[in-house]
Nanobody
């Protein structure tokens, strides 16, 4: 099983910034990495994804404010969050899809809380 370790969540004031990190461990080939978020009573929603080649996809609500990037050598994905709004408050989950030898996998991180409040 592929383990994902997240870091970087916390409390920030509206308009502030945070950077999330997520590292995948193991002898793996990670194809797509991404970030999702979830608030109580709602379904988990896509925030942003990035392919191994660097192609990105963002939710409309974060376009222009968030930036996803990755380091393929470290199997690590980052989410730079700027101009944060109270509605960005959620638990953020890292996701990774790829291959372990000839077997595909999909793994989730444990989640990190992001709270935007004055």
């Amino acid at each position: 099983q592929v383990q994902l370790v997240e870091s970087g969540g916390g409390l920030v004031q509206p308009g502030g910034s945070l950077r999330l990190s997520c590292a995948a461990s193991g002898n793996i080939l990670v194809t797509i990495m991404g970030w999702y978020r979830q608030t109580p009573g709602k379904e988990r929603e896509l925030v942003a994804t990035i392919t191994r080649g660097g192609s990105t996809n963002y939710a409309d609500s974060v376009k222009g404010r968030f930036a996803i990037s990755r380091d393929n050598a470290k199997n690590t994905v980052y989410l730079q969050m700027n101009t944060l709004k109270p509605e960005d408050t959620a638990v953020y989950y890292c996701n990774a899809k790829g291959w372990i030898a000839v077997k595909s996998f999909e793994s989730w991180g444990q989640g990190t809380q992001v709270t935007v409040s004055s």
